[in-house]
């Protein structure tokens, strides 16, 4: 069983917005979560971050126009990207303890 399955990237035009899902195959209620993101040529770098009491931190490329959330009923974490920019263009990936494979989110005119 897959620990961390991420969906939701794709394709989207600067300006437009995508929502990241990360379904975990056991309960996170206790556990603090975040997103990633890597592109190409670049490490990977800490998106949003979720605390199992729901406290958020946020990088600061990201602040204003993201927000992280979850649903500990669903053991799901997501990540809602409003403003996307090229810059942001990446494959993200959920993290609470394991890592998911990830997911691409393109960003382009």
């Known amino acids: 069983q897959v620990p961390l399955v991420e969906s939701g990237g794709g394709l989207v035009q600067p300006g437009g917005s995508l929502r990241l899902s990360c379904a975990a195959s056991r309960a996170i209620f206790s556990i603090n979560a975040s997103w990633y993101r890597q592109a190409p040529g670049k490490q990977r770098e800490l998106v949003a971050a979720i605390t199992s009491g729901g406290s958020t931190n946020y990088a600061d490329s990201v602040k204003g126009r993201f927000t992280i959330s979850r649903d500990n009923a669903k053991n799901m974490v997501y990540l809602l990207m409003n403003s996307l920019k090229p810059e942001d263009t990446a494959v993200y990936y959920c993290?609470?303890?394991?890592w998911g494979r990830g997911t691409q989110v393109t960003v382009s005119s």
């Open positions: 993290n609470t303890g394991y």
